[in-house]
């Protein structure tokens, strides 16, 4: 801290003792150049709301992800406003080393004071430049036990909106650090199932209604391969595994309404669907005749 102020102190101490600490001359010179740096940061500041917008132009014509645009017009908004600052400081007086030196102080102990900050700015770059994923897809952090539909990335945090309407701010130096499973980055999805049956089923019979069900979902897709198959032999019934494709959009819709369908199927061709059962023998308790002393 004793280093920054002491910066400070250089530079005020140039100000003064070129200008103020000299004669009338010197006095006027540094009001004149005053005025210049005034001009400049209005002149200057003018010219930047038209470079902002003729960059704008240029990424949307370019058809650029929004997000990343928004944080790009920052970046450049706020690096010409620092370079006329820093001209404009030039011109009453204040050297450019004393400038830097200040500058590189200060920012040394912003940075200590703000390494998390830091890491999740540095985090929104990264996500916008390699984009794992982009605003409207739905993610899961592994691990983490959150997940998502992606409403926005911003610098510092990305947003999730969850199934049941909660919005979850993640900050995006995790986001970096974690393994994310983005769900709906392809355009198809396989639905997995699993069914009971009871062991005194045909299963062959059974394979043939799963197979009319799941060929008539309207969000089944034919091209895609449909399988039926044995999964294993539980305690209480055979598991039949069905695998068929669908629109990600669609996935969720059509996993219910086929679970539905094959209830409905299964009643129609009396197919049971077994339960756990347990079979609880109460034994009699045996009288022992006791022998008095």
Excluded at 149 to 166: E, P
Excluded at 213 to 218: G, I, Q
Aim: contains cysteine; aromatic residues 10%; glycine residues 8%.
């Amino acid at each position: 801290m004793e280093k920054e102020v002491a910066s400070v102190r250089s530079v005020l101490h140039s100000v003064f003792y070129d200008y103020l600490g000299k004669t009338g001359t010197g006095l006027l010179d540094f009001i004149g150049h005053l005025i210049v740096a005034l001009l400049i940061l209005v002149i200057g500041f003018r010219l930047i709301k038209y470079a902002v917008n003729f960059f704008k132009r240029i990424f949307e014509r370019s058809k650029m992800d929004p997000t990343l645009e928004t944080f790009l017009l920052s970046f450049i908004k706020i690096g010409l406003k620092i370079l006329i600052i820093f001209w404009a400081v030039t011109r009453i007086g204040v050297t450019a080393s004393s400038i830097i030196a200040v500058v590189g102080s200060a920012g040394l102990a912003l940075g200590l004071s703000l390494q998390g900050s830091l890491s999740n700015i540095a985090g929104g770059v990264i996500l916008l430049l390699m984009k794992p994923f982009q605003v409207g897809d739905y993610i899961q952090l592994d691990g983490a036990g959150k997940e998502g539909t992606v409403q926005s990335i911003g610098i510092m945090y990305t947003k999730l909106l969850t199934i049941d309407n909660k919005a979850i701010l993640v900050p995006n130096g995790n986001l970096t650090n974690a393994s994310i499973t983005n769900v709906t980055f392809q355009e198809k999805r396989r639905v997995d199932l699993l069914i009971g049956i009871e062991y005194s089923e045909n299963v062959s019979r059974v394979r043939e209604i799963l197979e009319k069900v799941v060929k008539e979902e309207p969000s089944f897709l034919p091209q895609e391969p449909l399988t039926i198959y044995v999964s294993d032999f539980k305690e209480s019934c055979v598991e039949m595994g069905i695998r068929y494709w669908v629109k990600t959009e669609e996935y969720w819709e059509s996993r219910w309404r086929v679970l539905e369908n094959i209830k409905e199927a299964f009643d129609k061709n009396n197919i049971c669907i077994p339960f756990n059962q347990l079979d609880v023998n109460i034994m009699p308790v045996k009288e022992k005749n006791t022998e008095e002393a």
